[in-house]
């Protein structure tokens, strides 16, 4: 799969977990500190969209920590070749795809932010070879455009 490709993927799944967060409506009332996390362990619709997405992207697995939504690609599903993977020019190839879709990861961050009332929100990207990390990057409301 051709890397623009591969990042398309990604923003849909992004947009996905977006539109099943915002689609339900529901904002948990009671007491203490609400987290991202806590909203989506009560809310079925959310678990059952990053369960549709895992199973229809492979390689993908989407967890919600805290107030951290953190996706992680296992790109050896791409390639069987894992030195090529580890390389430093896919690395940089990746790091540099993510970096170009910034404001798209932070626009996630700032729609769940404004329809949860919950502010912290961070989207993490991994990509991995099997148990090893090649990239990881943060984004926050703060890098919406």
Same mark, same amino acid.
């Given at each position: 799969?051709?890397?623009?490709?591969?990042?398309?993927?990604?923003?849909?799944?992004?947009?996905a977990f977006?539109?099943?967060?915002?689609?339900?409506?529901?904002?948990?009332?009671?007491?203490?500190?609400?987290?991202?996390?806590?909203?989506? *362990?009560?809310?079925?619709? !959310?678990?059952? %969209?990053?369960?549709? /997405?895992?199973?229809?992207?492979?390689?993908? +697995? &989407?967890?919600?920590?805290?107030?951290?939504?953190?996706?992680?690609?296992?790109m050896t599903?791409?390639?069987?070749?894992?030195?090529?993977?580890?390389?430093?020019?896919?690395?940089?190839?990746?790091?540099?795809?993510?970096?170009?879709?910034? *404001?798209?990861?932070?626009? !996630?961050?700032? %729609?769940?932010?404004? /329809?949860?009332?919950?502010?912290?929100?961070? +989207? &993490?990207?991994?990509?991995?070879?099997?148990?090893?990390?090649?990239?990881?990057?943060?984004?926050?409301?703060?890098?919406?455009?």
């Amino acid at each position: 799969m051709k890397k623009t490709n591969y990042i398309a993927l990604i923003l849909i799944v992004c947009f996905a977990f977006c539109f099943a967060l915002t689609a339900c409506g529901k904002k948990p009332s009671g007491t203490g500190t609400k987290t991202l996390e806590s909203v989506a *362990a009560k809310d079925s619709s !959310i678990q059952e %969209s990053m369960k549709k /997405e895992m199973e229809a992207n492979e390689g993908l +697995t &989407i967890e919600i920590k805290g107030n951290d939504l953190i996706y992680t690609y296992d790109m050896t599903v791409l390639s069987s070749d894992s030195e090529a993977l580890k390389s430093d020019a896919t690395k940089t190839a990746l790091a540099d795809a993510i970096d170009a879709q910034k *404001a798209v990861f932070g626009d !996630i961050c700032k %729609s769940v932010e404004d /329809e949860t009332g919950i502010t912290g929100i961070q +989207t &993490i990207v991994n990509y991995t070879a099997g148990e090893e990390l090649l990239v990881s990057r943060t984004f926050t409301s703060a890098d919406a455009e």
